[in-house]
C-alpha cells in the first residue's frame, strides 16, 4: 500500500517521455519555441526586473496557458 504513490509517480514521469516540453527549445530566431524554454525566459526576465509579475503570468498564460500557442509547436 505504501509503495502506492511511488508507482503512481513512476507511471506519471513515463508517460511524459515523449513530451515536446521535456528539455528547453530555441527557434532559429534564438526564440524560445517550447513552454519550457519560455517560462525559463520568463522567470529569468523577471528576476531582472524587466518586467511587472502581472506581465509575466500574462504573458506564461497567453503563450503556455491552456489555450498557449507553444503547446505543441
Not at 2 to 28: M, R, T, V, Y
Not at 36 to 42: E, F, G, K, M
Not at 43 to 64: H, L, S
Request: aromatic share 8%; hydrophobic share 30%; glycine share 6%.
Amino acid at each position: 500500500m505504501k509503495n502506492i504513490p511511488i508507482l503512481i509517480a513512476i507511471l506519471f514521469i513515463s508517460a511524459c517521455s515523449g513530451d515536446h516540453n521535456s528539455k528547453p527549445e530555441l527557434g532559429s530566431s534564438g526564440h524560445p519555441s517550447n513552454c519550457r524554454a519560455y517560462i525559463q525566459l520568463s522567470v529569468d526576465e523577471w528576476r531582472a526586473d524587466n518586467y511587472t509579475t502581472e506581465d509575466t503570468m500574462n504573458a506564461i498564460e497567453r503563450n503556455c496557458g491552456t489555450y498557449g500557442s507553444l503547446w505543441n509547436n
